[in-house]
């Protein structure tokens, strides 16, 4: 559930779907009934096993690292849900959390000339862009290096996309989730 990033910080990959409740409340109204997961056309909610612990088997997970969310217009995870546990939303409301770029692990770092994760973002240069010139070209380094590209928290979804499709390895990218 968590991993080691370069700087030695944790981080923590339990994110619940969208229109969540706190996790509190959520663990008492949650019937573990999988309705939101059979709901999700990207198979992206998955049922926490075992491994999770007592308190939290059957509850619904998103795994940002192997499946994104993909933002669905009518969020029919939420919809979907009899208890509460989900409350229903718009898709312009979900935030899942905040992507987190590891500068030491981007391929840019090691001159690779990368742009997938802004390439693949639902915001493009608005959410995770690139550093751009005055004439709208990235902000090579003298070397000629692409940029480290940047996260506007504010606009991040935490959807995962860029996680997911992150060339490096290990990634460079991870999603935190909402506190
Ligand atoms: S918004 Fe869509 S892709 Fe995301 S978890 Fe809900 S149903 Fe799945
Ligand atoms: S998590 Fe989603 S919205 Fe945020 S930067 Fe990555 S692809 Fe863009
Ligand atoms: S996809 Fe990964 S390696 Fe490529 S630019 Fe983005 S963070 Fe760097």
Known sequence: MRRDTPDGSRVRRLIR?????????FLEACTRCGECADACPEVSIF????EHGAALEMTPLLDLEERACY???DVPC???????????IEASEIKLGTAVL??????????????????????????IALP?????DPLRDA?????????DASNCTGCGLCVVHCGSYPKA?????EA
Not at 47 to 50: H, L
Request: hydrophobic residues 40%.
């Open 132 to 136: 751009q010139d005055a004439d709208g």
């Open 47 to 50: 049922k926490a096993g075992a």
């Open 17 to 25: 779907p969208p229109g969540a409740i706190v996790e509190a409340r």
């Open 71 to 73: 933002l669905c217009a």
């Open 78 to 88: 939420a919809s979907a849900c009899p208890s509460g546990a989900l409350r229903p």
């Open 102 to 127: 590891f500068p030491e692990l981007c391929l840019n770092t090691l001159d690779r000339a990368c742009t997938i994760c802004v390439d693949v973002c639902p915001r493009p240069q608005v959410a």
């Open 143 to 151: 070397s000629g290096a692409l940029p480290i590209p940047r996260i």
């Open 173 to 177: 990218l991870a999603v935190t989730p």
